[in-house]
């Protein structure tokens, strides 16, 4: 099944105007300068999308609820959540840190997911909603402030250093940020920029 009419849009890295032609399921379409990334259309990608988003909100739930590290030296073990070590900054005094930490991590995330949900849901059942604009603007226009895979990486790094002065215990919302981190990826990557303004400007002309 062929994706919406043939569009000209410019290329974001080199700012050529080009022709981008109807595309097959699985085609893409690049730029015939730098050869980047335009568009795509990726099979049920909509319903793909749907499921690793909503396999994110789980997997984002555990993570938030179960212990994420902890650390064991001397015979003591100190445990730690997501939002205990919001607090905990936040007790100790990095307030500004405290904020980042939640808006960047936990916040901006959780409100991306659930814009992605509303509207994936809307445009997998084929029905119009008067907020699926605003939806659209909410997912592209925050998605850029999510760091979830930043702050995974950054945990690495810093457990590499640890592990020398503690024994670190992964607990279950370890891997639940992996996962949820993985899935919300994953959903990005089923969608096509084009498919769903597309089809967001059918459903709300």
């Given at each position: 099944m062929s994706s919406?009419?043939?569009?000209?849009?410019?290329?974001?890295?080199?700012?050529?105007?080009?022709?981008?032609?109807?595309?097959?399921?699985?085609?893409?379409a690049l730029c015939?300068?730098?050869?980047?990334?335009?568009?795509?259309?990726?099979?049920?990608?909509?319903?793909?999308?749907?499921?690793c988003a909503l396999a994110a909100a789980v997997l984002l739930v555990v993570a938030c609820t179960f212990p994420f590290l902890a650390f064991k030296t001397g015979g003591l073990m100190n445990e730690t959540t997501l939002l205990g070590?919001?607090?905990?900054?936040?007790?100790?005094?990095?307030?500004?840190l405290s904020v980042l930490v939640a808006s960047f991590i936990l916040l901006a995330p959780l409100t991306i997911l659930?814009?992605?949900?509303?509207?994936?849901?809307?445009?997998?059942?084929?029905r119009p909603a008067p907020w699926l604009v605003l939806a659209?603007?909410?997912?592209?226009?925050?998605?850029?402030?999510?760091?979830?895979?930043?702050?995974?990486?950054?945990?690495?790094?810093s457990l590499s250093k640890i592990m020398s002065l503690a024994t670190v215990i992964l607990g279950i919302s370890f891997w639940g940020y992996i996962g949820f981190t993985l899935c919300f990826i994953g959903a990005f990557a089923c969608l096509d920029r084009h498919d769903v303004w597309t089809a967001?400007?059918?459903l709300d002309p």
């Open positions: 919406s009419q043939p569009f000209r849009t410019a290329c974001p890295e080199c700012d050529l105007l080009v022709q981008v032609p109807a595309l097959a399921e699985g085609e893409r015939r300068r730098c050869g980047h990334l335009l568009t795509s259309h990726v099979r049920d990608g909509f319903e793909r999308a749907l499921a070590a919001v607090t905990e900054l936040w007790r100790n005094g990095a307030r500004l659930g814009a992605l949900l509303a509207l994936l849901t809307q445009l997998v059942r084929d659209g603007r909410v997912v592209y226009g925050f998605s850029p402030w999510s760091m979830a895979e930043v702050f995974l990486i950054s945990v690495l790094v967001i400007g059918r």
